[in-house]
């Protein structure tokens, strides 16, 4: 039994969702677990709604812009007809209800931003049904269940695996089309992070014992750097899971970083492919040991730098760290890179605004606090000679750091 992923970038149009049908076709004598993301940017231009309708702005025209983006990939997949229609309409119907329901923000997003999932499944799965093969749609909400941590929902493992199970019979029969990115807690939608839906094909992987989970990228496979800045990029073969797991921890983009332990817990191996070709052979990752491998470079953008300075000419210690990184974690946010001076600590973090104005509101009652946004983070797995050279002496570092096998740099703009 195999799980298959696709990106938005894969179904961001009709064509593609008749790709996807192809590929499983030519794999139809297979038992398969279909997870699709949500089209195109449709996860963008749902974010922008919530944004909107919170500040009292016009949401009204970027949902309806969403709905008719939809509607036009349906015209060229469907019947007028149909029976998705019907059912993609409630679809929006429920996002407008969430709208009004006047709760939280986090609470609010996760109801609607998790919508572009839904309705790519039920695009996807009718599709399928009007091709001929036996397929069915499956509420992932149903089955992964998770905290109440809206927008960075913690698996509940235990109940999602006796939820998952049930699947087995299902998946003897036909081909089951769900949702990436998406669970559930109490009856209320819960988001698993952002582009969580690799993470979603190892949730269901783990709990199905699957022989595989494949990927499928708008790229060759697993590259050693984003061909878009880096063009002499080059395609890994092969890749051990501790390395792909640090590849997605210091941010390589091409895998959600909570992936891979599931996977690798059941050894479960994962490969990356593409989309647009899939007679390449892409990217296997898989407990292995490879000795030598081309240095591996991540840029990550839209970075904070955080600096908090001691006011009372004390040193640095344990206790002030430790008053630091409680607020991190109660705020859940995670540190990309951070080093200390005597009298100083400076770390690095993802700029999510609203999260950043509460870790400052808080450290600024005990630290003298400074920060600067807008910055770029690079690391450089087993860097060599040239690269530690090139990227050390790039211009507006503002840290750096080096250890046996990694080098970071922030740098601005």
Known sequence: MQVFKFGGASIRHAAGVKQVADIIKSHQKEKILVIVSAMGKTTNALERVVENFQQGKDF????????????????????????????????????????RAGVGYDQLYDQVVSMGEV??????SEYFITQGLAAEWLDARSYIKTDNTFREGKVDWSQTEKNVSAVRQIINEKTLITQGFIGSSDKLTVTLGRDGSDYSAAIFASCLGATSVTIWKDVPGVMNADPKRLPDAVVFEELPFKEAAEMTYYGASVIHPKTIKPLANKNIPLLVKNFDNPSLPGTIIHETKIHSLPPLIVFKDNQCLVSCRVTDYTFIDEQQLSFIFQALSEL??????????????SFCIDFREDKVAKLLDRIAKHFEVYYNTGLTLITVKNYDAVTSEKYRKL???????????????????
């Open 60 to 99: 009204q025209t970027e949902l309806d812009s969403i709905r008719k983006y939809h509607g036009d990939i349906m015209h060229e997949l469907f019947h007028e007809s149909s029976e998705v229609w019907k059912k993609v309409k409630e679809a929006f119907a429920h996002t407008t209800i969430q709208l």
């Open 395 to 413: 211009p507006g570092v503002l840290l750096e750091q080096l250890s046996r096998s990694t080098l970071q740099v922030l740098v601005k703009g």
């Open 119 to 124: 309705i790519s499944s039920i695009i996807v």
């Open 332 to 345: 859940n946010i995670k540190i990309n890179v951070m080093q200390n001076s005597a009298i100083s600590f």
